[in-house]
């Protein structure tokens, strides 16, 4: 309404027309943005007309965008988890499909005519494996890991091998977390099971381009970059050093030395004060000319705690370990506490295939990765989840994987020989073990100048202690024969100092004992040789589906009966790994879709207040409308007739 | 004076001075309509100096003594004072409407749909990493919301250039108001000097022209003993003694934005703009509109230097054969840090990796690269991190082009990929980053990526299914940030749009409450000045009778004239 100041005493003409006009606008006006309103069905037209409703509408439309993104994500993980779920499920029905015609072959009165029959279901089964395997949602595979497009399972004649990884593929199911959606090949059937797993702490120094990021830290919990304080006896001052920004170790040297001469200390070797790389090349030391000098945390900080040099010394204080860990790009130099290593030639053997690998050239860790890597051989090769040392995967199930030496000591000195002094004898002959007569001597030793001796590995766990028996038993027996890793290879080696050529070098069986068999020293050497070598008997094989399945059908075809309950055994243990995975993807799958729905939901609440908060009331706005209707209305019948008035009508 | 002539007289003087009278009515019921038009009421006094022969002085008869303007000196004042403010608020609120719809906000085609939208497809190119098809919709995503956010921003500065031109064409209105008024006050002084109070109508007009100009800018008006107004703007005169100073505009540039400038046109002294047009306009143009380019080049800003921090940690489907950084250093051995280099974003210490991909066997090999900026010793510039780069990585080379550019090239057989910039070197570099430019003029999808979507880097890994960036990158749409002072950029970009919609709301409001006191004040001046024919019509009835009544009188003295002359005759 227009406003008038009601004091007015007298009303011209112009006065009347101009507050008709001006209530006629307003009239107008609100007609129309009723119209507007009403036509558009938006409670607002513009921001300014409302700030506060406006600023909710954008808040929940924003809000809104993000959750029709999560549902888009969920239904996405909902339909790889449900794929999945299916594959498992028919892989389940597969094993238990193979178990029964292990249990029904392993029958001494089944026919061979039937076994070898069955065999082929068994190798129908393997396909049928691969296939399930290898399925596809739209163009990514199902359990290809992070590889989600390559092939992940082929045939070969070796065995199965996996291409992919173990990578998760992940989506955003809800704000701040990721799920991941998929199984990898890997947990599916076992595909990577086998590796090598690196025995030697590589144990890489540090150096100045060590980055803070790259070590575990003295108390294995990471390096935080806080502010530490550094107090010196002598002269006695004190200085604060703010770590945050430092990236390498370089970096926090020189920030210490850095604020050590901004307080006035002259900085460097032999000077009172020096901070650097402690001698032993695994942390920090600080020096001082004289008195002592201590460091303390600020402000409850753990930087000081991390970086090992919390505390006090006279002198020198050394900084603990920070423990380094290994990195693609750590030189080879740097290994072994800056030690070094000199590479020869490794020798890798998976399945048929055997090749020796040459690391000589090799600069830095991923160097030797990739040359293994590189070979050919079904293999990968990569840095142990700890950082300290090299692990070997065998991706193909069926073939036996050995690393050993090629002459030399490389395998050993990187902690990646198959077989080395600390393997279990359990684990040997495909986690057989090796037996040995409680009590009795095992096997003798007969040099080339016929002296002998005897051996009992009865209590040994380790191939260390069987090397270990041997030495001793030809040690006080007076035989020049010695026991060690074979240096070509894997096993172990025997070798005859006695001169002698009486006969060739061998080991004999005593009491019956299985023992040489285990131990792959069941030989005699050549007449002219010096050296035994035992066989290698610690070859991995990936205990996968596919290796249990190819075991059972070799069983089969040789119709032996005890390797197909042995196979049948495995399968009936796989039977129950696959159901237990069956039902964790389904409940995966089930905790997805329930998801989905209480997403739905939610977003159908967001869209309601949205609504409520954005969109016209149209009742409302119908009787809005004809209430301002009806005030224009009124107002131009009254403004007509009032400017019709005139006392010019009344005279002449 | 003999009885009669004297008699007559009164009688004349009766029928002059309502003759007058009548006329005046009937230029007030002729101005009517006229919306400048001030109300004059006659002032009929009587005349003396005809005496009776008995000694008596009854008086002389009528006479029309002044003419009075009905109008409220003060009341003027505070017309022209509201009509300025009303101006203003109305010019500030009419360019918020405008960038309200520049905005174009509550639309699906927003500004904070198409923000939402690109983090969005990151977060679906996390499910779907390996997808080219998913890699192109991220792609036009960003290109969607580099368009808008350059549309919004060539719109402003449409806006800002019509506001220019607006002030230009207002003040060249107001200089030829107060050139008019100027003259109007040296032809009243004239027209007064010989006969005070005698030009009503040259006031009316100046009147008029003075609400005119307190329109478009706010003035002070002093009237002067000799009818004259002296006109004040701000603290200086614009027409003192009947001199005027006159107005003029030029077009400066500040900080390399085009800003029209009103100015005194006798010194070239700016003029203080307090209300009125003129100020509405220089007070948006300068706060509003250059607030909300300033704004949206902020948002274009931080959104770079953000998604580039960490799209370039990440790794495509594909690495480098051959890349070159979209920013420059100023020079090529300055640290990277320092002004001297000028980087938009500034590096810090730290360190990046490079692994070069062998493409016949698939090895990798990771170099790590120090990005020494930490103060002390040399830091790093381009030069030497081009150095360390050539020292420490194999089968690539790293060159410093001509223009102060980071170029690596993979030798034969190889490609480039990166990862774990801590010192966010690559994104201040522009190396294997999603946008180029440095604000809303020049905000862009980096080309190497539009040529080849394989570029766009989903994961930190290289492998095909590996989302992990993609996730990292749709996340930065909610994460807080230092840059915003804590906000997201989502919330950063309403913050912008609901401050445009408090300030259109408060302009509306401040329009409204103007347009009050106006229409409150404009009442009272019609109240006093305005015509109401109705009062007229009486004073025309009233002079009529008083005019008849005139006339029955000299009739009637001119029948005693006529008896006394038949006496004589």
């Given at each position: 309404m227009a406003i008038n100041p009601?004091?007015?005493?007298r009303i011209s003409n112009n006065l009347r027309a101009n507050s008709l006009v001006e209530s006629l606008r307003r009239n107008t006006l609100s007609l129309f943005l009723e119209q507007n309103r009403l036509s558009t069905g938006?409670?607002?037209?513009?921001?300014?007309?409302d700030p506060v409703t406006a600023s909710r509408a954008l808040r929940l439309t924003e809000a809104l965008e993000q959750q029709d993104q999560i549902l888009a994500n969920i239904k996405h993980a909902d339909g790889f988890l449900s794929a999945t779920d299916t594959a498992v499920g028919e892989i389940h029905d597969l094993l238990i499909q193979a178990h029964t015609i292990a249990s029904e072959s392993a029958?001494?009165?089944?026919s061979q005519e039937q076994r070898d029959a069955s065999a082929e279901l068994v190798l129908g089964i393997i396909d049928q494996l691969v296939n399930v395997g290898n399925r596809q949602l739209g163009d990514v595979y199902?359990?290809?890991?992070?590889?989600?497009?390559?092939?992940?399972f082929s045939q070969n004649s070796g065995g199965v091998e996996y291409?992919?990884?173990?990578g998760d593929l992940t989506?955003?199911?809800?704000?701040g977390q990721d799920a991941a959606v998929n199984v990898n090949g890997a947990e599916l059937?076992?595909?990577?099971?086998?590796r090598v797993s690196?025995?030697?702490?590589?144990n890489p120094a540090l150096t100045a381009d060590t980055r803070l990021a790259d070590a575990k830290g003295s108390a294995g919990l990471g390096v935080q970059r806080g502010s530490i304080r550094v107090t010196l006896s002598s002269p006695a001052t004190g200085f604060v050093v703010?770590?945050?920004?430092?990236?390498?170790f370089g970096d926090v040297v020189d920030r210490i030395n850095g604020a050590a001469a901004a307080a006035g200390l002259a900085v460097?070797?032999?000077?009172?004060f020096n901070a650097s790389i402690n001698a032993a090349g695994n942390g920090i030391s600080l020096a001082v000319a004289g008195g002592t000098v201590s460091v303390a945390e600020i402000a409850g900080g753990v930087t000081a705690r991390d970086l090992g040099i919390l505390g006090t010394a006279a002198g020198t204080l050394v900084g603990g370990d920070v423990q380094v860990r290994l990195t693609p790009d750590t030189a080879i130099s740097a290994l072994f506490g800056g030690a070094g290593a000199t590479l020869g030639s490794i020798l890798v053997t998976n399945g048929a295939a055997s090749r020796t690998i040459d690391?000589?050239?090799?600069?830095?860790v991923q160097d030797v990765l990739n040359t293994i890597n590189t070979a050919g051989l079904g293999v990968q090769a990569g840095i142990n989840a700890a950082g300290t040392g090299i692990d070997i995967v065998n991706?193909?199930?069926?073939t036996e994987l050995s690393v050993g030496e090629a002459g030399g000591n490389t395998a050993g000195l990187l902690g990646i020989?198959?077989?080395?002094?600390?393997?279990?004898?359990?684990?040997l002959n495909g986690g057989k073990g090796v037996s040995s007569r409680p009590g009795k001597d095992d096997f003798r030793v007969v040099a080339r100048d016929g002296s002998s001796f005897n051996v009992s590995?009865?209590?040994?766990?380790t191939v260390q202690d069987v090397l270990n028996r041997i030495n001793a038993a030809a040690a006080a027996a007076g035989v020049n024969v010695s026991a060690g890793l074979?240096?070509?290879?894997?096993g172990i080696q025997l070798t005859d100092?006695?001169?002698?050529?009486?006969?060739p070098l061998r080991v004999e069986r005593l009491n019956l004992s299985a023992a040489i068999d285990g131990l792959g020293l069941n030989k005699t050497a050549g007449p002219a040789d010096t050296v035994l070598v035992g066989d290698n008997t610690g070859a991995l094989k990936t205990d996968s589906v596919f290796t249990a399945l190819a075991d059972l059908h070799a069983a089969m075809v040789r119709g032996d009966v005890g390797a197909i309950t042995t196979a049948g055994s495995k399968i009936s243990a796989l039977v129950d790994s696959s159901n237990r995975l069956h039902g964790v993807v389904g409940a995966r799958a089930r905790a997805m879709s329930t998801r989905l729905e209480y997403t739905e939901a939610a977003v159908d609440a967001t869209r309601a207040l949205l609504s409520d908060v954005k969109d016209l009331d149209y009742t409302t706005a119908v009787t809005q409308f004809q209430k301002a209707q009806t005030a224009l209305q009124a107002n131009l019948m009254t403004g007509s007739k009032l400017l019709q008035l005139s006392l010019m009508d009344f005279i002449g | 004076m003999g009885l009669i002539t004297g008699a007559l007289q009164i009688g004349r003087s009766a029928l002059l001075a309502y003759q007058s009278a009548l006329q005046v009515v009937g230029n007030n019921v002729s101005n009517?309509?006229?919306?400048?038009y001030t109300r004059q009421t006659p002032v009929l006094s009587p005349a003396g100096g005809i005496s009776l022969p008995?000694?008596?002085?009854?008086?002389?008869g009528v006479t029309l003594s002044a003419l009075k303007r009905n109008v409220d000196g003060t009341l003027e004042n505070r017309i022209r004072y509201s009509l300025g403010e009303q101006n203003s608020a109305l010019t500030r609120q009419q360019a918020l409407g405008r960038i309200e719809s520049i905005l174009n906000?509550?639309?699906?085609?927003?500004l904070s749909s198409l923000l939402q939208g690109f983090f969005n497809a990151f977060s679906t190119l996390q499910n779907r990493p390996h997808d080219p098809g998913t890699r192109g919709i991220v792609l036009t995503a960003g290109e969607s919301l580099v368009r808008e956010i350059k549309r919004q921003r060539s719109d402003t500065l449409a806006l800002r250039d019509e506001l220019n031109q607006d002030l230009e064409g207002t003040a060249r209105e107001a200089a030829g108001y107060a050139r008019d008024i100027a003259e109007l006050n040296a032809q009243i002084t004239e027209a007064e000097s010989a006969?005070?109070?005698?030009s009503s109508a040259l006031r009316d007009q100046r009147d008029d022209l003075l609400r005119k100009l307190s329109e478009l800018v706010q003035i002070e008006v002093r009237e002067q003993p000799n009818g004259g107004v002296n006109v004040y703007v701000g603290n200086e005169p614009l027409i003192q003694d009947g001199v005027n100073r006159g107005l003029t505009t030029t077009l400066d540039h500040v900080n390399g934005e085009p800003r029209t400038v009103v100015r005194f046109a006798d010194n070239n002294g700016t003029v203080e703009l307090r209300s009125g047009r003129m100020a509405g306009i220089v007070e948006t143009r300068d706060t509003q509109v250059m607030g909300h380019v300033d704004a949206l080049n902020g948002l274009a800003a931080v959104l770079i230097s953000e998604v580039n921090k960490v799209h370039s940690q990440g790794q495509g489907l594909e690495g480098f054969r051959d890349v070159t950084g979209s920013y420059d250093v100023?020079?090529?051995?300055?640290?990277?840090?320092t002004a001297a280099a000028g980087l938009g974003l500034t590096p810090g210490n730290g360190s990046f990796q490079i692994t070069v991909r062998n493409?016949?066997?698939g090895a990798l090999t990771t170099a790590t690269i120090p990005v020494d900026l930490?103060?002390?010793g040399a830091d790093d510039s381009l030069s030497s991190l081009v150095a360390q780069i050539n020292a420490r990585a194999t089968n690539l080379t790293a060159v410093a082009t001509s223009d102060n550019r980071l170029r690596l090239t993979a030798a034969d057989g190889f490609e480039i990929r990166f990862g774990?910039?801590?010192?966010n070197v690559l994104a201040a570099l522009g190396v294997n980053t999603f946008f180029t430019g440095i604000d809303a003029q020049d905000i862009a999808v980096d080309t190497t990526l539009t040529a080849n979507?394989?570029?766009?880097?989903?994961?930190?890994?290289?492998?095909?299914?590996?989302g992990s960036n993609a996730a990292a990158l749709a996340e930065l749409a909610t994460r807080r940030l230092d840059g915003l002072r804590g906000q997201s950029l989502t919330d950063y970009y309403n913050t912008i749009v609901a401050n445009v919609a408090v300030r259109g709301a408060a302009a509306k409001a401040g329009v409204e409450a103007a347009d009050a006191i106006s229409a409150s004040l404009n009442a009272q001046r019609e109240s006093v000045s305005g015509v109401s024919l109705d009062e007229e019509t009486i004073s025309m009835l009233r002079l009529e009778r008083a005019f008849q009544g005139a006339a029955r009188y000299s009739s009637t003295v001119d029948q005693l004239i006529q008896e006394m002359l038949r006496l004589v005759g």
């Open positions: 009601v004091n007015l005493v938006n409670k607002l037209s513009s921001l300014s007309e029958n001494s009165v089944v199902l359990f290809g890991g992070r590889r989600s497009t390559t092939v992940p291409r992919g990884d173990t989506a955003h199911v809800d704000t059937f076992g595909a990577l099971a086998s690196g025995f030697a702490d590589l703010d770590l945050s920004g430092t990236d390498t460097g070797a032999g000077s009172p690391l000589s050239g090799a600069a830095t991706s193909t199930s069926g020989r198959s077989t080395y002094g600390g393997t279990q004898l359990a684990a590995i009865d209590g040994a766990a074979a240096t070509t290879g894997n100092a006695t001169g002698g050529v009486a006969g | 009517a309509g006229s919306a400048s008995e000694g008596y002085t009854p008086g002389g906000e509550l639309s699906d085609t927003d006969n005070p109070g005698g100023m020079s090529a051995t300055a640290a990277l840090n493409l016949a066997t930490d103060g002390l774990q910039d801590s010192s979507a394989g570029l766009l880097a989903a994961g930190r890994s290289a492998t095909a299914g590996d």
